[in-house]
């Protein structure tokens, strides 16, 4: 069951905050005999990063977001970046060190983007850190991570505690990013259940026509705005896809 997080002027009760947070609680918290790796995945969009920098701050836990760019060494120099940590001489001392800290602190590890670190081959020296810590990591990736590790990565596979998938915005979201982020302009839920529509439930969309129904709002002089006036207007919903020909 997806645990409730409530907090009116935070983003946390939006369900994938709840999910990123369960789960991080479901290896914080599982015997000492099962492996402490879990998942989080889903398209872009869905603000798992978001969830993620709330489970940071639920759990005190190490974060990192990968890059494109990044070598093992890059990998190892962030990570002891983010633990205070004066980096050691060589890949096997800073594997060691950030093994060692996890296991000492007993502080989860959050690593977003891990996408990158399969496409670089560099999941072993993931596996390695976990082995070495026995420690609750978090990777987070896009929908698709979990086959990719499940068809070339078997044993880092192997050591997955569970998956938790990202989900599309429900009203009760869009609802709560309307009051978080338009606090003076009241968006009616006409509105609102039109723009989950046309973002197909994609927060990060969602938030960006929330912000442009704001601005819209406040250079009319209004305090409230509904679907009849958008239409009226012919208010283009951002969608982030191409506009059809002939406009």
Same mark, same amino acid.
């Given at each position: 069951?997806?645990?409730?997080?409530? @907090?009116? =002027?935070?983003?946390?009760?939006?369900?994938? &905050? +709840?999910?990123? $947070?369960?789960?991080? /609680?479901?290896?914080?918290?599982?015997?000492?005999?099962?492996?402490?790796?879990?998942?989080?995945?889903?398209?872009?969009?869905?603000?798992?990063?978001?969830?993620?920098?709330?489970?940071?701050?639920?759990?005190?836990?190490?974060?990192?977001?990968?890059?494109?760019?990044?070598?093992?060494?890059?990998?190892?120099?962030?990570?002891?970046?983010?633990?205070?940590?004066?980096? @050691?001489? =060589?890949?096997?001392?800073?594997?060691?060190? &950030? +093994?060692?800290? $996890?296991?000492?602190? /007993?502080?989860?590890?959050?690593?977003?983007?891990?996408?990158?670190?399969?496409?670089?081959?560099?999941?072993?020296?993931?596996?390695?850190?976990?082995?070495?810590?026995?420690?609750?990591?978090?990777?987070?990736?896009?929908?698709?991570?979990?086959?990719?590790?499940?068809?070339?990565?078997?044993?880092?596979?192997?050591?997955?505690?569970?998956?938790?998938?990202?989900?599309?915005?429900?009203?009760?979201?869009?609802?709560?990013?309307?009051?978080?982020?338009?606090?003076?302009?009241?968006?009616?839920?006409?509105?609102?259940?039109?723009?989950?529509?046309?973002?197909?439930?994609?927060?990060?969309?969602?938030?960006?026509?929330?912000?442009?129904?704001?601005?819209?709002?406040?250079?009319?002089?209004?305090?409230?705005?509904?679907?009849?006036?958008?239409?009226?207007?012919?208010?283009?919903?951002?969608?982030?896809?191409?506009?059809?020909?002939?406009?």
């Amino acid at each position: 069951m997806t645990k409730t997080v409530t @907090g009116d =002027n935070t983003t946390a009760p939006l369900r994938n &905050v +709840s999910l990123c $947070l369960e789960a991080l /609680e479901s290896s914080i918290n599982r015997p000492s005999h099962l492996p402490g790796i879990v998942g989080f995945a889903g398209q872009s969009g869905l603000g798992k990063s978001f969830s993620a920098a709330y489970a940071v701050n639920m759990h005190r836990a190490y974060y990192i977001e990968c890059r494109s760019t990044w070598t093992r060494k890059s990998f190892l120099l962030a990570a002891l970046k983010s633990m205070g940590i004066e980096p @050691g001489r =060589n890949i096997s001392e800073m594997t060691d060190q &950030v +093994s060692e800290e $996890l296991s000492l602190s /007993e502080r989860p590890f959050i690593i977003d983007e891990f996408d990158y670190i399969v496409d670089k081959g560099m999941v072993d020296l993931v596996r390695d850190i976990f082995e070495g810590s026995q420690s609750t990591i978090l990777i987070i990736g896009e929908e698709n991570v979990e086959t990719k590790l499940q068809k070339k990565w078997k044993r880092f596979h192997n050591r997955m505690l569970s998956w938790y998938k990202a989900q599309i915005a429900s009203m009760e979201d869009v609802q709560h990013l309307s009051r978080l982020y338009s606090p003076d302009i009241t968006i009616t839920d006409d509105l609102l259940a039109h723009l989950n529509d046309q973002c197909d439930g994609v927060v990060r969309l969602i938030c960006i026509n929330i912000n442009k129904i704001q601005e819209e709002a406040r250079s009319q002089g209004l305090d409230t705005i509904d679907f009849d006036y958008v239409r009226r207007k012919r208010f283009e919903v951002y969608t982030g896809r191409a506009p059809r020909r002939g406009r």
